[in-house]
């Protein structure tokens, strides 16, 4: 099974309890940044650009688990910033699994070799580490010499302590699919248990650096990313890469992947702020979810970003009886 199978059971179980109570707008996956600090400047992050006057702010470890209480969604993915710069990351990590959440944890690797030496594997716990390219690529992209190196040890040490580990990569307008290509055969000669793609999208606090997709660049791109699909262990999923591709036609799901920081919860999405809430519910209720989306909202114009459309292929697959063939066959792959 592609996906561990407690959280194919979690997910669906969770799925299947808000469609028969009819309930039209549910969170899949919270994306906790505890705190926007980082070790790194890469050049494609809008984190310490749009958070550039509050970067030293932290969330409070009762404020992060009372987050995960706030918002049901089965899975937290902690990112950031770097989250092994947050002081309580260890009991942020604890608390949450000890709530029967599966956690994602985003980590540029510079410093997860030493930090996993106080950490244990746990059935519900993934690091996901950013590797955007081989060794002049990635360090380019990162800027700091030697973050490639640092990576794949991290993760070849993660592996042989025993974690699950999968990888991140995007997609730019100068990547070189080869090279990709080839950077996916060494994460799966370390034994990484996964991997996701996604393209680069220009948004407000990056929009004066070039090297972003727009949706026809994307599609020409993910057509040779969609191949690579059938022969390496993606975990985005088939209909997202068709969508990514141009053979789907899919509309964002924004309240699908709710972002919680230290200003509060950020609507409407991701890459788009207009504003912090208090709580999950005051956000999912004064949000008007309707007026975003690709031919709702300037901003969305090229966006096909993983975390609004995702959430969406949910909701998709279960109305074609092919669709729904497809990805239990590339599940069970």
Partial sequence: MRFPWRLNYD??????????????KYPLVLMLEPTHLCNLTCSGCGRIREYANT??????????LKSVDECPAPVVTI??????????????????????RHIMFCTN??????????????????????????????????????????????????????FRVCTNTTIFTDTDLVEIEMLFQQLEELGVDGILVAPGFSYEAVEEEKQFLVRLEI?????????????????????YLRFLKGEKKLQCTPWGNPTRNPQGWKAPCYLI??????TFKEMMEQVNWDSYGVGKDPRCAQCMMHCGFEPTVVTEVGKSPKDILEMMLWNLS
């Fill in 273 to 278: 702020t207009d504003g912090h809430y208090p």
């Fill in 11 to 24: 997910l669906t179980k969770y799925i299947i309890k808000n469609n028969l109570n009819k309930v039209e």
């Fill in 79 to 100: 990112t950031g910033g770097e989250p092994f710069l947050y002081p309580h990351i260890y009991e942020l990590v604890q608390g949450i699994l000890d709530r029967g």
């Fill in 219 to 239: 599609e020409k791109k993910f057509r040779q990313v969609y191949e690579m699909s059938k022969k390496h262990r993606f975990w985005s999923t088939p209909m």
């Fill in 109 to 162: 690797a510079v410093l997860m070799e030493e930090s996993i030496k106080k950490m244990q594997p746990h059935p519900n716990l993934t690091f996901n580490v950013h590797m955007d390219g081989l060794e002049q690529t990635h360090d380019r992209i990162l800027e700091r010499k030697g973050c490639f190196k640092t990576g794949m040890a991290a993760i070849k040490a993660a592996k042989a302590k025993g």
């Fill in 55 to 64: 970067i030293n702010d932290m969330m409070s470890l009762d404020d992060c």
